[in-house]
Nanobody
Framework: QVQLVESGGGLVQAGGSLRLSCKFPGRTFSSYTMGWFRQAPGKERDFVAAISGSLESIIYADSVKGRFTISRDNAENTLFLQMNSLKPEDTALYYC?????????????????WGQGTQVTVSS
């Protein structure tokens, strides 16, 4: 079973930073568009950012634009999310996701593989 493994979540004060990582082993990583999503309690899973395998397409949700940076290391099969200037409303379970091909989507239903999530909590 394909599994993505996230890490890097934690508790941070407002204004702080965290860096999330996601490993996607055993695949031709560069063939996959990768995304980050987040889900707060009682809410739907929301798109955060996505990056194509060739790095030619990068897209962010308006709520994180200018604060978060998505990146990837294709040699290490690893996806990153650098989160700066964190706000309490960023508190959520963060998931990485993968879909084969170069197209990116904001809909979670378009992604085929998911991790278990890593919790990010931002205190005020």
């Amino acid at each position: 079973q394909v599994q993505l493994v996230e890490s890097g979540g934690g508790l941070v004060q407002a204004g702080g930073s965290l860096r999330l990582s996601c490993k996607f082993p055993g695949r031709t990583f560069s063939s996959y568009t990768m995304g980050w999503f987040r889900q707060a309690p009682g809410k739907e899973r929301d798109f955060v950012a996505a990056i194509s395998g060739s790095l030619e397409s990068i897209i962010y949700a308006d709520s994180v634009k200018g604060r978060f940076t998505i990146s990837r290391d294709n040699a290490e099969n690893t996806l990153f999310l650098q989160m700066n200037s964190l706000k309490p409303e960023d508190t959520a379970l963060y998931y990485c996701a993968a879909r084969y091909g170069s197209s990116w989507y904001v809909s979670a239903a378009r992604y085929d593989y998911w991790g278990q999530g890593t919790q990010v909590t931002v205190s005020s």
